[in-house]
């Protein structure tokens, strides 16, 4: 089956850097995507990466390794506007989205 | 502010009760799809719409149904309500049906009783 595995809930203090993890297992495979989800709003597109690496976007980075079926989103210098839900996406083989339930990231000051 | 809009915002609904979630894009995407949101779930794929005149299942799709007579308008619609379909539907768009990054509507908060 499909399957998209990601932390629940993480904590960070504001200044900090954070790494949330996704592993995925799709039925072939055409990219990797993240979104930001605010409480109540709807997600917004984020990054996607479909070649092994780190792609840079200002405070936000995602990363990607096809072989191992994984991939990270960075924040550095947590905001706290950077409170809320992140979710993975992997992309299938016939181009529909599998969602994992999100990462919940609480910042602190 | 070209977007995607979503209506009602919210709604209480009796079982049993035929309902139409709307739906509308001004960014001429091709592509359309209706996503049920659950708490501690992800986001799962109730239909879709590569380009006007064309519709496809998605993952949940018993219960609801969907039209594409335009590239704008992607009405969602459950025949005959049930609790279970308590949930927030998310309608999303891209500008074509692969990897594209898909645009959200803010959301219909549905409560069926």
């Known amino acids: 089956g499909q399957n998209i595995d990601q932390p629940t809930e993480m904590t960070a203090t504001e200044g900090a850097i954070v790494q949330i993890n996704c592993t995925y297992q799709t039925s072939g495979f055409n990219g990797l995507f993240w979104y930001q989800q605010h409480a109540g709003e709807a997600p917004t597109f984020l990054s996607y990466?479909?070649l092994d690496g780190l792609e840079e976007k200002g405070r936000f980075s995602s990363f990607l390794s096809r072989s191992k079926g994984y991939s990270y989103l960075l924040l550095k210098e947590l905001q706290m506007k950077d409170s809320a839900s992140y979710l993975c996406?992997?992309?299938?083989?016939?181009?529909?989205?599998?969602w994992g339930a999100g990462t919940k990231l609480i910042i602190k000051p | 502010i070209a977007g995607i809009t979503q209506a009602p915002t919210s709604q209480i609904l009796a079982a049993g009760r035929r309902m139409t979630l709307r739906c509308t894009q001004d960014m001429r995407h091709n592509a359309m799809y209706w996503y049920r949101q659950d708490l501690g779930l992800g986001l799962r794929l109730i239909h879709y719409?590569?380009?006007?005149?064309?519709?496809g299942k998605g993952e949940v799709p018993d219960g609801y149904s969907v039209s594409r007579a335009n590239t704008d308008d992607f009405p969602l619609t459950l025949a005959s309500a049930v609790p279970s379909q308590t949930s927030v539907y998310f309608c999303?768009?891209?500008?074509?049906?692969?990897?594209?990054?898909?645009?959200f509507g803010d959301g219909t908060r549905l409560s069926i009783l």
């Open positions: 996406a992997a992309l299938d083989s016939n181009y529909q989205l599998i």
């Open positions: 999303a768009s891209s500008d074509s049906f692969d990897n594209q990054p898909q645009h």
């Open positions: 990466n479909v």
């Open positions: 719409s590569n380009t006007a005149g064309t519709t």
